[in-house]
């Protein structure tokens, strides 16, 4: 269907009045709803990923190599999430995080900031961590098919699978020590 000159006279002067926002064919209740839970998840995922970084960067014990390189495989898978996040909220008109101190009101995912942690605790906490994302990436899956949006729901999907398969990975490196104790 083609816009007439006035439709197109009037996207003009709203996009003047509001230079970021993207049409989309979801409802404004839709983008409003589901680019607030993916900005949730972004915000998680960020600190997710910079935990699993800080545990990189401080792993010690005889597990070291093992460990390290476990850490930084997760790290990238999480770090891979971001910019898909950030440019799905965009697509559906919202906008996202800015700063780090967006992150951190809006981060669910707690800090560590321990001058050492052991590492069955980081398996652990990396474990339980992992764990709630693949939950709360359902519960975002939900809100995406309860408003018809296929898009964000499908790229949620993968995530699950992801988040999911790091939580398996940290059980079973955990599984001689307290992180098998689930």
């Known amino acids: 269907m083609k816009k007439s000159a006035e439709d197109k006279t009037h996207d003009l ?3 003047r009045k509001s230079p970021l926002a993207t049409p989309s064919d979801l409802k404004v209740r839709a983008t409003r709803d589901v680019g607030a839970a993916l900005n949730a998840i972004l915000a998680d995922v960020f600190a997710l990923y910079l935990k699993t970084k800080n545990f990189h960067w401080h792993m010690s014990g005889p597990h070291f190599r093992d460990y390290h390189l476990l850490f930084d495989e997760q790290a990238l898978q999480l770090f891979a999430m971001t910019d898909p996040l950030a440019e799905r909220v965009r697509k559906l008109g919202g906008t996202t995080l800015r700063s780090i101190g967006h992150i951190a009101r809006n981060q669910r995912v707690l800090d560590n900031d321990a001058d050492y942690v052991e590492p069955q605790d980081m398996l652990a906490e990396l474990r339980d961590d992992n764990e709630v994302l693949a939950e709360r990436l359902r ?9 018809h949006d296929i898009a964000s729901a499908s790229l ?9 398969r790091r939580t398996w990975f940290l059980f079973e490196s955990g599984r001689n020590g307290v992180c098998s104790a689930h």
């Open 13 to 15: 002067k709203q996009l």
């Open 156 to 164: 949620i999907e993968g995530w699950i699978d992801e988040s999911e």
């Open 139 to 147: 519960e975002v899956h939900e809100l995406c098919a309860e408003y």
